[in-house]
């Protein structure tokens, strides 16, 4: 039987459903949320997309803000929380990683900036080493705060690289104007 109360409830699931923003995004079969809590704050997915290299997928990557932008130096610039989450689509060892990592700072910044940044970057190429390998499914997770940078794998801490220019330097990996994946940069900033 058919009740006022059912109708309503019925109404109000779909009236739910149909709000957006409710929903989670997904890539290449991946659910990303559009909102996650770092620590007292809650960030707002400003995008997501597939890191790919060859045809292959690496990750999905997903970034995190506390106010949407489109402009890089408007998220590398804050000193608000971001989050960098990457869901590996595939195996991956820890040099290759790390490596990875360091192209990224490579390709962003100039000979003079590197070598000011090497005692972080060899920092960071350690945490990375010391994940291992990651896994296809694996999460990790790269908080970007005035401090500098905290590496998670799945929810769990693995290290922490001090620096407020750091953390604004490791974010010119995947925003800089030669990001890792010019598709993945396009789609993190809502593009």
Do not use: C
Not at 16 to 22: D, N, S, T, W
Not at 59 to 69: E, F, I, N, R, T
Not at 97 to 103: E, G, H, P, R, V
Not at 108 to 116: D, Q, Y
């Amino acid at each position: 039987m058919i009740t006022s109360i059912s109708v309503r409830k019925a109404a109000l699931i779909a009236a739910l459903l149909a709000v957006p923003g409710l929903h989670a995004a997904e890539v290449a079969g991946v659910k990303v949320d559009d909102t996650i809590r770092v620590g007292s704050s809650d960030l707002v997915l400003n995008g997501a997309g597939l890191r790919s290299k060859l045809f292959i997928k690496v990750y999905v990557g997903a970034l995190y803000v506390g106010q949407k932008s489109t402009t890089p130096t408007a998220i590398y610039d804050s000193t608000q929380p971001r989050r960098m989450v990457m869901r590996m689509m595939r195996d991956l060892d820890a040099d290759t990683l790390s490596s990875a990592l360091d192209d990224g700072l490579k390709s962003n910044h100039s000979p003079a900036e590197l070598a000011e940044l090497k005692p972080q970057a060899d920092q960071l190429g350690g945490i990375m080493k010391g994940i291992g390998k990651a896994r296809e499914g694996d999460t990790i997770g790269i908080d970007f705060s005035a401090d500098g940078v905290a590496v998670s794998l799945n929810g769990e801490a693995r290290g922490k690289v001090a620096g407020a220019g750091f953390a604004k330097a490791l974010l010119k990996v995947w925003l800089g104007d030669k990001p890792v994946d010019a598709s993945l940069k396009k789609a993190l900033l809502g593009s």
